[in-house]
């Protein structure tokens, strides 16, 4: 009987969504070298190109990671900018310059996103708030704590810190290894843990996963407080880029909608427990060649919003084609 | 062609009526399974086409085809001898084509009475959607079809199993339909409800229309079909008249051999009790539930659908919270807030409605049955495929699990299938108590067997197990002793010893010993 003949197969956990990443940094590739060589600017497909090209990934990368993580267990989280902003702004006012602060000002602020991710995930799994409303307001109250209480709170990053943005062993900038060291924590948590497994079933149905004696609260918890962290580590990354922290941070970089349009671009499906991080990445990678594209052609800055928006429509365009053979 | 019934081949229907709808050489594969293979179809005026087949014999993806939900690869379909196509349901519907889906696809949070005309909306004159008529024509359809108390301003959300399932029903009759498609109706129904399913399916084929019927059933298929197709892995392996066929053969022309209907005897040696309940209150749903459950027995709860055994079971998963009692395991008293709590003393429940609540589409069947036993197959946290696949293996084949293979989307497994991988993931818990919510709904009549004689060995090896069926041969076959509960209240605990099907159909309905 065909019950002898159930095999194994060759698709594992981790592997199944790689397709999609693979498309999608194919089409950055794509992109990047078209516009390096119409433009006459070769150069840029050099190693410090290439390293250019990899920081302007790092902090939607890092939010991004934290983001895929609420949006697989079926959140999301709209408060990432807000919290970024608040990281970067606290940060360099607890260092004040200061060498001695910055594993303090650091712990402040990961304790700082901690809560943020636990209101947020509290909201949401215990209270029974959407997730959209309820880490909109979170974001809200947190930018405007930080516009109130900005005029107080100035500061700049020790220079120790702020160095570690600049620094590039073997000539891979620091900030990149890091984000390449979190996003496979990420990967590995995601595709070779229980508790990756328990996400995607939370994720995918939650009723089902109750019924299978999960503790679904926990599980969004969980991932909206990794989000958060995500966002923390990115504000840290930027003050000590630009050596202070601003309220408007986060809210410049849109870091909130940009975050879930590279999820999704990265075949992570909104309704949760389908994707991972490394289409995640392969999202930011094509966000950060289109930008370097744009700026290699001096094309305005408005134009370059048209065509992501546009990029955000055609991924989900694709995707949903993709799954109607699917649906029974 | 591919018929084996040589015998009942001819279409020798006495009156000799012309075909209302004709499939011919209809052929759909999916990813390495061919669902259908070159099947010719016939559906006449006036009479019930029963389609019988193993689970994943590929009926539902027929009934998928008619209705415009799938485009078979090759083949055509004519109705009154004139080809059509069904680019879209909503085509399908148009050309007279309704069905009742084996996964009904209602939307829990709108009213019955929208839920049945969503998509045929009665409109008024100035082209608005009209209520009044909305509403009526709803409670007409439900009134014909015996559930006149199912308001039509009720949330869908607020119906129990049994209910929805008429509102899918109401649904599809509520089309003005000459093709009514029944994928296994009856799985979610009383015995009462039924009764008045077939009356209409009566009063339909009176009127002229063509019903298809899909069961696993013989007893119904027998009591309401006027013939039979059989499909075997995509093909059509037989056809004919059906009171003339002999129910055998036509068990042998699906699964390719004979099936025995006997239930396998296990030996009853109960040990120590395992599970005590005692006084177990809900304010609305059961009332005062008091048993007790040994090591090694399988304890049958019997009664109609509403009787409130599900609701029971629910309370000790820790899904619903009792109002008072207590529920006593390996003599520790506990009381599961949550379905998490009851798994991790020992208490599993296979829920009766395992399409939503069973399975999470979308991933591989293999994930599916490890889900809850991943505390075993990884080591600190960390997953070990090897030992997943192997758990799955092993349960998967013993239940006779029929897929191309265990990566395979659970989503996509045949109805049947499904339900056997949520049997096998509980199974795999290695639980101390293993409660069975209408264990064998849905699974075809080998693959029943199978579960039988799985559930025999692991109550031989020690398991308790309570089983919830409204299957009279099946409580009857399995139990070692069985409670009868009667509208949230037991009416008695019965020794399954010289019992009589009667005897327990009348106290499961309160006609005799009654006294309100
Ligand atoms: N969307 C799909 N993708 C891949 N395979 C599918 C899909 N739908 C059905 N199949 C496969 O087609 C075959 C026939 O399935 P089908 O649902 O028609 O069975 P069935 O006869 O209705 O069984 P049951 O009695 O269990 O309901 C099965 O092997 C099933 O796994
Ligand atoms: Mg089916």
Redesign the pocket.
Known sequence: MSVDTLSSGRTRRGFRDLPVPLVVIALAAFIYVTAALATGQANQISLTGLSGLLQRTVALGLVGLGQTFAILVGSIDLSVAALISTVAVLASYLMQGDAGMIVPAILACLVLALVVGVINGGLVACWGINPLIATLSTGLILQGALAAGFTYLGGRVAPEFQALAYQAPFGVPLPVLLLAVLAIVAWFVLAKTRFGAHLYAVGGNPDGAKLAGLRVERFVLAAHVIASLGACVAGLYLAARLQSGTPWIGRDGVYDLESIAIVVIGGTALSGGKGGVLGTLAGVLLFASLDASFNMFGVDAFLKQVLRGAIVIAAVAVYAVRNKGHVA | MTDVATSHDAPASPTAVAPLLTLRGISKSFPGVRALDDVSLEIYPGQVTALIGENGAG??TLVKILTGIYQPDAGEIAIDGRPVEFGSPHRAAQQGITAIH?ETVLFDEISVAENIHLGHAPRTRLGLIDWGAIRGGARKVLASMGAGHIAPETRLKELSIANKHLVGVARALSIDARIVIM??PTAALSYKEIGELFTLIEMLKADGKGILFISHKFDEIYRISDRYAVFRDGQKVGAGMLPETPQAEIVKMMVGRSVDQIFPKHVAAPGETVLKVEDLSHPTEFDGIDFELRRGEILGFYGLVGAGRSEVMQALFGLTRPSRGSIVLDGQAITPQSPADAVNAGIVYVPEERGKQGVVIGLPIFENVSLPSLKRTSLHGVLRLKEEFDLARAYTERLDLRASSLSQDVGTL???NQQKVVIAKWLATGPKVIILDEPTKGIDIGSKAAVHQFMGELVAQGLAVIMVSSELPEVMGMSDRIVVMREGRMVTTLENKDLSAEALVSAAAGIRGEDA
């Open positions: 009926k539902s084996q994928d296994e045949s109805g049947g």
